[in-house]
T-cell receptor
Framework: GQNIDQPTEMTATEGAIVQINCTYQ??????LFWYQQHAGEAPTFLSY??LDGLEEKGRFSSFLSRSKGYSYLLLKELQMKDSASYLC??????????WGAGTKLIIKP | IAGITQAPTSQILAAGRRMTLRCTQD?????MYWYRQDLGLGLRLIHY???????GKGEVPDGYSVSRANTDDFPLTLASAVPSQTSVYFC????????????FGPGTRLTVL
């Protein structure tokens, strides 16, 4: 079966750095996405990785290791508005997105 | 219209009733998707359409049907609603299938009693 694992919930302090991990086992791999979803709102795109390595975009970076079936999202200089759920999704061999259940990130002052 | 819209925003429905959730995008995207999101579970794909005139089944298609008569509209129909279809439904679109980011509508919160 296909499986994507993320921690259910994480807590971090404003101004700090947090790393949200995602491991996956899917039938094929055509890329990995990270989305942000604020409570009661729609998911919005953060990043896309298809090759191994780190992609940096402002305060957010995403890392991929295809051999380990592993990715992480790194958030720096945390702000209160970063409180949200972060969804990891893998594009499988049929080009369909398989979604993790999401990690709820709580930011404390 | 800017982006992707869904209607209604929320709905309470009696079991056994027929319901159509509407989705419209103005980005001229080829691919469109319907997901349901339930607490503790990831988004699950119900149906998709890679281009106008074609549709496909996702992970959880039973009890749902879709049509794609044109590029902009992708309605989702529940022929005879059941309580297990209580969920938040998101419509999404992307330029084409596969590697592109998906843009999501605001969602429809459906309760089936």
């Amino acid at each position: 079966g296909q499986n994507i694992d993320q921690p259910t919930e994480m807590t971090a302090t404003e101004g700090a750095i947090v790393q949200i991990n995602c491991t996956y086992q899917t039938s094929g791999f055509n890329g990995l996405f990270w989305y942000q979803q604020h409570a009661g709102e729609a998911p919005t795109f953060l990043s896309y990785n298809v090759l191994d390595g780190l992609e940096e975009k402002g305060r957010f970076s995403s890392f991929l290791s295809r051999s380990k079936g592993y990715s992480y999202l790194l958030l720096k200089e945390l702000q209160m508005k970063d409180s949200a759920s972060y969804l990891c999704a893998v594009l499988d061999s049929n080009y369909q997105l398989i979604w993790g259940a999401g990690t709820k990130l709580i930011i404390k002052p | 219209i800017a982006g992707i819209t869904q209607a209604p925003t929320s709905q309470i429905l009696a079991a056994g009733r027929r319901m159509t959730l509407r989705c419209t995008q103005d980005m001229r995207h080829n691919a469109m998707y319907w997901y349901r999101q339930d607490l503790g579970l990831g988004l699950r794909l119900i149906h998709y359409s890679n281009t106008a005139g074609t549709t496909g089944k996702g992970e959880v298609p039973d009890g749902y049907s879709v049509s794609r008569a044109n590029t902009d509209d992708f309605p989702l129909t529940l022929a005879s609603a059941v309580p297990s279809q209580t969920s938040v439904y998101f419509c999404a679109s992307s330029e084409r299938e596969g590697h592109n980011e998906q843009f999501f509508g605001p969602g429809t919160r459906l309760t089936v009693l």
